[in-house]
């Protein structure tokens, strides 16, 4: 008797299997990838970038996985031209996955350049592409910058993920992109915080 995959995988590997099948990357951030680099945490939905180039495949792309979530494909069109989020809904879970698409810059292109392989949750069967620590912290960085600083449970991620890949993470690349981004004052703060200096 085979056991049903935890619910993140579950929830995912239908959008995964569709994006590998037409050859559109992605990657894996937010709050799954916090709690995989940090603190675990319950989270309501799975954040995705993807890294889709052409405009013709996002009807390709709503035929494979309309069978398994709640997609709009209007919405998708419109979230594609002006580089905005937009949502699913897995039909079978009810969990929400929150599609990106990546800036052009250094920080978006490195989240799928240096992506880790691993499952989603303990449990977890398949392997799926995680945007690495760094680019996680600095995109915590910018989101804690835009909630106006007050944000104390984007603080908390960033300080646990310092914390638990500690002498692992890559310390110079961390600076140099936080200057890029102008967060290289909280970088400092949350390292000092963390013990990492």
């Not at 069109?77 to 929150?98: C, G, H, M, N, W």
């Not at 799926?128 to 944000?151: D, H, M, N, T």
């Amino acid at each position: 008797m085979s056991s049903s995959p935890p619910p993140l995988e579950e929830t995912l590997l239908p959008l995964a299997e569709a994006l590998e099948a037409l050859a559109i990357r992605y990657v894996i951030g937010g709050s799954v990838a916090s709690s995989l680099y940090g603190e675990p945490r319950q989270t309501a939905d799975i954040d995705v970038t993807i890294e889709l180039l052409d405009p013709q495949q996002i009807k390709a792309l709503v035929k494979k996985v309309t069978p398994f979530y709640y997609i709009d494909e209007d919405a998708f069109r419109q979230s594609f031209r002006y580089r905005r989020s937009f949502s699913i809904i897995s039909l079978k879970t009810y969990i929400k996955v929150d599609i990106f698409f990546p800036q052009h810059r250094a920080l978006d292109r490195d989240a799928f350049a240096l992506a880790r392989y691993r499952p989603l949750e303990s449990g977890g069967k398949r392997l799926f592409p995680i945007a690495p620590p760094e680019v996680i912290v600095l995109q915590k960085l910018e989101w804690y910058v835009l909630g106006g600083r007050s944000s104390a449970r984007q603080w908390n991620d960033i300080l646990a993920i310092l914390r638990m890949q500690g002498s692992q993470l890559d310390l110079a690349y961390l600076r140099a992109q936080a200057i890029a981004l102008q967060v290289r004052d909280l970088l400092e703060q949350a390292l000092q915080e963390a013990g990492l200096q």
